[in-house]
């Protein structure tokens, strides 16, 4: 008898509050917040972190390149002084 009160009572709230001023200022507020954002240029969590990823990737790369070139370069350098 009570969960029946406690529904009752939920179904009441819910239909005051849907139409209530409070439901029109939120579904305003919500649609200016849209606006807004979507003026800005906000990229989505899941862009973000690919981004990241593809960033880690491309310093790892770099790393190895620079790695690479002063190998090269010290050889170079080893055969030239040999002459």
Avoid at 14 to 29: C, F, H, I, T, Y
Avoid at 55 to 72: D, F, G, M, N, P
Wanted: aromatic share 2%; proline share 1%.
């Amino acid at each position: 008898m009570n969960q029946k009160l406690l529904d009752d009572i939920n179904a009441k709230l819910k239909a005051v509050m849907a139409q209530s001023p409070a439901a029109d200022l939120e579904r305003n507020l919500r649609a200016m917040l849209g606006a807004a954002f979507t003026r800005l240029d906000l990229v989505s969590r899941e862009e973000f972190d690919i981004q990241r990823e593809v960033l880690a990737r491309t310093r790892a790369r770099l790393a190895e390149l620079e790695k690479q070139v002063a190998v090269l370069e010290s050889a170079t350098g080893a055969s030239a002084d040999r002459r």
